[in-house]
């Protein structure tokens, strides 16, 4: 018998591979490369896709996160409220747009940013909030909104990892002045490479992001005002635009699979994430265990790869030693806990039954 392994994810293009290629195909033989036909025609498949008017290409998710707060106004000497469990790039953003991350504690049900606590945080030099929809799970936008409206801030929504994600009904990115999204390989909807995009209802938001991207540019060599260089590539746009239409049912099946975690974990040493909204996506599927060093080591002797995200709280990452000394006990005792399986529309069902069954076989050693 040859013995298991069941590997995170795998980036190699699989039943959309001779689609991919074509794509790649198509912009050699156009020979136009960077903001041309393709990002223009992904932009608008992308804003239908995602419930917006409009979406705006990018070079990154990070850089989708800064422009949006460049374009507020949000620079020196404001703050921005952020979570301390996500990818460091949700507050490396805040920083690259001038502004300081603070950090809000999170709700441990949900995992992501918790209301009560940015109601703490609010100063008279907080400009922006920036919720995560971490691991494909809508942030909890209703209480959010309404201290964003009790204190006039903006929302901008970190949606990196929540492509077509819904919160109360409402698509992610929406809901606030804008959401930014990533296409890095791994993501829900991923390029072969970066990419990123803004998706806004305000037409003059994103006109005027559109500049920002393109180094503040009006008309070719005529700079408005001093933006930067981040555009979405033609290459990136075409692999996208071959992709895009079968985000819906790998999102389906995305939520199959987690489905049939939560059945086959049920009872199990590894404690399941409540789904709070039927609109997650399942970017990724993370379980709980106060023994998750041995368990990672269990499941790894079993063939069974997984991965932390994240193993440290942002504001405990040496970057940001100088911007917020926030405890945030919550988002530390959980990065203690956390354990990402394997989750991605390729896995075979008999696949996380294995996971599940080697989860539950493991026994965390008891304190002597
Ligand atoms: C929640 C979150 N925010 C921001 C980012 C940054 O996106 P990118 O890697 O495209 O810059 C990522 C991905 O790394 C992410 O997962």
């Not at 949606?159 to 990115?173: D, E, K, S």
């Not at 239409?245 to 790998?250: Q, T």
Request: charged share 20%; aromatic share 4%; glycine share 8%.
């Amino acid at each position: 018998m040859t013995p298991l392994r069941i590997p995170f994810l795998s980036l190699v293009p699989g039943e959309d591979a001779a689609d991919v290629r074509s794509a790649i195909d198509r912009v050699i033989a156009r020979g136009w490369f960077v903001l041309g036909p393709e990002v223009e025609a992904f932009e608008q498949e992308f804003a239908a896709a995602s419930g917006a008017a409009c979406a705006v290409g990018v070079g990154t998710g990070t850089d989708a996160i800064a422009l949006v707060l460049r374009a507020l106004g949000a620079g020196a000497g404001d703050e921005v409220i952020t979570t301390p469990l996500s990818a460091a790039y949700s507050a490396l953003a805040i920083m690259m747009a001038g502004a300081r991350p603070v950090f809000a504690d999170i709700d441990p049900a949900r995992m992501t940013i918790d209301p009560g606590q940015i109601a703490r945080a609010v100063s008279p030099r907080t400009r922006a909030l920036l919720p995560v929809h971490l691991y494909g799970q809508p942030a909890d936008m209703a209480a959010i909104e309404r201290i964003a409206a009790r204190h006039n801030l903006a929302i901008v929504e970190d949606c990196c990892q929540a492509h077509l994600a819904t919160a109360g009904g409402r698509p992610v990115g929406t809901i606030g002045v804008a959401g930014a999204f990533s296409f890095y390989p791994t993501k829900n909807l991923g390029a072969l490479g970066d990419g990123g995009a803004i998706v806004t209802n305000d037409r003059a938001l994103a006109d005027r992001l559109r500049r920002l991207r393109n180094g503040g540019q009006t008309d070719r060599y005529h700079h408005r005002e001093p933006g930067i260089n981040s555009r979405l590539d033609e290459m990136q746009a075409a692999i996208l635009r071959a992709r895009l239409p079968r985000l819906r049912n790998w999102t389906e099946r995305r939520r199959a699979l987690a489905a049939r975690y939560r059945s086959g974990l049920a009872g199990s040493p590894v404690t399941v994430p409540p789904e709070l909204d039927p609109g997650h996506v399942y970017h990724l599927f993370v379980g709980r265990s106060g023994a998750r060093r041995d368990l990672q080591a269990h499941l790894a002797a079993s063939g069974i790869e997984t991965l932390i995200h994240y193993p440290v709280p942002i504001p405990r990452q040496p970057a940001m030693a100088a911007v917020d000394p926030a405890e945030c006990p919550v988002a530390a005792r959980v990065c203690d806990e956390i354990l990402s399986l394997p989750l991605h529309p390729a896995l075979h069902d008999d696949e996380v039954d294995a996971v599940a069954a080697a989860v539950r076989v493991f026994e965390p050693r008891t304190a002597s």
